[in-house]
């Protein structure tokens, strides 16, 4: 075969020949960029592999056996039950109450969580900026306490003749029985997730607000936009990214909310304050691997319906 | 290859998480199919030699290095290895042990929970002849057998009974109630004495409180399981045995407020509280949360619990040992466990922790006889009942625990809460396969 060259062939070759090399020396650059990029992520990969993945997909394949603790001996006796436990579930009151519960701690704890959250950091971020690192350690303080200490400490204090009712009593008022009051027990518990995670939205917040630069606010200030219309004009808007952040948080904390119930009331009065998340555990706790299992994946799929609704309202206001 | 239906590819995913985890844990057919052919050969008089691996629960087991220190003079060829695990976590890792074949040759287990483990996969049967069956509380050996089988060895034991504050008793001028109907007159003339109420009730609803439940049952004539293994919890009797708890709380003499588990001392020593139905660890903590010697002998007394239809009937409970089927040394494990069944050593192990000898004439020691506010623990030991040793028991007992709260508090009544407690038990069934 004969190949006739044209006067700008050659040059054409070898640009040719030249890209030809600089792609194979970029691919090959690429490639052990990919292989470097690999090695960094490999250590999470394999935690991620053998603590998270392995458990989540075996913990599906349990949820559909009626697996119990006794069966660990017994491996291949276990039976294939299909949706048998979710039926199961959703015919058990005691988790539909607990579903409610968590509902409660969801639609009241939040929204106080955020409020709270939001005031101190609006708060500090403006009026008292000198002592903004004495408060921001104050009210942070919460988040990084001892939740078993804390809830000892409220058990005490919310006793029949604990502390508030002691207090109560010195200005003349009777208290109530607050942790084995079927309608008090609930608010007490929520207020100590309240109290434990005002601290964490404050503080991101507050991140939030820095961010905004101060001669937004300024030109506004000299277009005649007071403190009112600035923070529903102004900083509300700019803040809705740390809003999304912080409201998805929350719902997935008190979605799964444990601590509190657990350790304040142990889910009760008569399961007035018991939560998916606990229902869960007593299910595994008696052995029932196969009900706390569908129990788990219920609260996953609630965690990820909850978490993609609010990204998709809130994204489509920004 | 084939589409697979969904209900294949759920069998297969069903199958992979199991097999994969299965095979994390190292579990096996193969394993359990030696155990289950393991036979216990018989334990002769010559020393313990190699090493033992011992797991028990922290507690009573806290002392066992100084208790055994005999047994290592008399067998010098043995090492013992203790591995004490927290108490809460215990059963847990036993468990996974167990389940990934890593296990100790000798484990300790509780004779009110162990159903669960009396199997011969997992427990080797106690070999003919290694201790005197008769010699111990006759409940505590049945709490460890199985289709005639034994598989664990009585360690202690404990039981409850009524200890009550004996100087209100005195000043109302009234004696321990000895059947069921007289309780909570004892418990009112208590508070007319000075006491804040009567009874200072366990309310945690749990499990603890589904043995109490329980433990009113048999004194009002009835049985956790019938003969043929089926769940008997609707039972008039389990009715009167609901209704008599809640009796407590609706004459006023107990308080569904408190006292809670770290108060409930406290409370009886100060008056807040002057009964408690509780086990005998109590006695020798009271001068502690009195702050005074000698305050519990003065104002202390102990009386076994009042009958019902059937009699005074409390549970056996306490602490037993078990040789697993995996064992590498179960000969010197054995011996082991027949040295800490000697009175000897059951009184070593009273002196050095106050757990109360499983073995009936360890109590004839007087570092034990010679305690009277011990007598009604003695008297009530003799006359318990092992509870049910099926695998769901500790389950069906939380769910008793439960049901009481609402009967306690009037928001349901015996009848129903007894027949939610069936029926959530019919559809456990007993864990049998």
Redesign the interface.
């Known amino acids: 075969m004969t190949t006739t060259i044209s006067p700008g062939t050659p040059r054409r070759a070898r640009r040719s020949r030249s890209s030809g090399s600089v792609r194979s020396s970029r691919s090959s650059r690429g490639a052990r960029r990919t292989a470097v990029a690999w090695l960094f992520l490999a250590p999470f990969a394999v935690v991620f592999l053998l603590y998270t993945a392995?458990p989540t997909?075996?913990?599906?394949?349990?949820s559909?056996?009626d697996?119990?603790?006794?069966?660990?001996?017994?491996?291949?006796?276990?039976d294939?039950t299909?949706l048998e436990n979710y039926l199961?579930l959703f015919q058990d009151q005691s988790f539909l109450r607990d579903i409610l519960n968590t509902g409660l701690f969801v639609g009241v704890g939040v929204p106080l969580t955020m409020g709270l959250g939001f005031a101190l950091a609006v708060a500090l971020n403006s009026g008292i900026r000198r002592l903004r690192g004495v408060f921001r350690t104050v009210f942070f303080a919460p988040v990084v306490t001892n939740v078993v200490a804390v809830a000892l400490i409220w058990?005490y204090a919310f006793?029949?003749d604990g502390t508030v009712n002691k207090v109560l009593g010195a200005v003349g008022l009777a208290g109530p029985?607050w942790l084995?009051d079927q309608n008090l027990a609930m608010p007490v518990v929520i207020l100590l997730g309240v109290w434990r995670n005002f601290g964490t939205a404050m503080v991101l917040f507050l991140a939030g607000l820095q961010s905004i630069p101060e001669d937004v606010y300024e030109a506004a200030a000299l277009d005649g936009a007071g403190r009112w219309r600035q923070l529903r004009h102004i900083t509300l808007p700019l803040l809705l990214p740390t809003t999304l952040m912080v409201s998805v948080l929350l719902t997935v904390f008190y979605l799964q909310v444990f601590d509190e119930p657990y350790l304040l009331t142990?889910g009760?009065?008569?399961?007035s304050t018991e939560s998916m998340a606990l229902y869960t555990y007593?299910q595994f706790g008696?052995?029932?691997f196969g009900v706390s299992s569908a129990a788990s994946f219920v609260m996953l799929l609630l965690v990820a319906l909850v978490s993609v609704v609010q990204f998709r309202l809130l994204r489509s206001r920004s | 290859m084939p589409n697979p239906s969904r209900?294949g590819a759920?069998?297969l995913?069903?199958?992979?998480?199991?097999g994969?985890?299965?095979a994390?844990?190292g579990?096996?057919?193969s394993d359990?199919t030696a155990a289950a052919t393991a036979t216990a050969a018989p334990v002769d008089a010559s020393p313990a030699t190699g090493t033992v691996t011992l797991w028990a629960a922290q507690g009573d087991a806290d002392v066992l290095d100084k208790v055994i220190k005999p047994f290592k003079t008399a067998n010098p060829d043995v090492t013992v290895k203790v591995t004490l695990i927290p108490n809460g976590e215990y059963y847990t890792k036993l468990?996974s042990a167990?389940?990934a074949g890593k296990g100790p040759d000798l484990a300790q287990f509780f004779p009110e929970s162990q159903s669960?483990f009396l199997?011969p996969?997992?427990l080797r049967p106690v070999p003919d002849g290694l201790v005197d069956k008769a010699g111990f509380f006759e409940s505590l050996w049945a709490a460890g057998v199985v289709g005639d089988v034994a598989y664990t060895v009585p360690w202690y034991a404990y039981t409850y009974a009524l200890v009550y504050r004996a100087d209100l008793a005195r000043k109302a001028g009234v004696k321990a109630p000895s059947k069921w109907d007289e309780t909570v007159p004892f418990l009112k003339a208590l508070q007319g004495a000075g006491a804040g109420r009567g009874l200072g009730a366990d309310i945690?609803?749990?499990i603890f409180n589904g043995q109490d439940v329980a433990m009113y049952a048999w004194q009002a004539g009835g049985s956790l399981l019938s003969s043929g293994g089926k769940w008997t919890l609707d039972t008039p009797a389990m009715v009167d045995a609901l209704q008599y708890n809640a009796s407590f709380f609706t004459s006023g003499t107990a308080d569904?407020?408190?006292p809670?588990f770290l108060d409930a001392q406290p409370y009886f020593v100060s008056g807040k509280t002057a009964m408690m139905i509780t086990g005998p660890w109590v006695i020798g903590q009271l001068d502690a949360a009195a702050k005074k010697d000698g305050w519990t002998a003065a104002n202390v007394a102990t009386a076994p619990l009042p009958a019902g239809a059937s009699g005074s009937k409390s549970f056996s409970a306490g602490g037993s040992w078990g040789v697993l089927a995996g064992a590498g040394n179960a000969d010197s494990a054995w011996k082991l466990v027949r040295y800490l069944t000697e009175p000897s050593a059951q009184v070593a192990q009273y002196k050095a922790y106050s757990s109360l000898p499983a073995v009936i004439s360890a109590w004839d020691d007087p570092a034990i006889a010679n305690q009277p506010l011990l007598d009604a623990f003695l008297t009530q030991l003799k006359n318990t009942r092992a509870f049910p040793q099926v695998?769901?028991w500790?389950?069906v007992a939380?769910r008793l625990g439960?049901e009481m709260?609402?009967v306690a508090?009037g928001?349901e009544t015996a009848a129903k809460a007894a027949a939610n407690v069936q029926s959530y038990a019919d559809?456990l069934g007993t864990?049998a396969?």
């Open positions: 392995i997909v075996a913990a599906l394949g349990f559909l056996t697996l119990r603790g006794a069966d660990l001996r017994h491996p291949f006796a276990v294939f299909g199961r058990q006793n029949a029985n084995d142990n009760g009065p008569l399961g007593r008696s052995g029932e | 209900r759920l069998r995913t069903a199958g992979l998480a199991l994969g985890a299965f994390l844990t579990c096996g057919r359990d468990q167990i389940a669960q199997d996969s997992i945690g609803w749990d569904t407020s408190g809670t695998n769901t500790q389950q939380t439960k709260e609402a508090k928001t559809s864990g396969k």
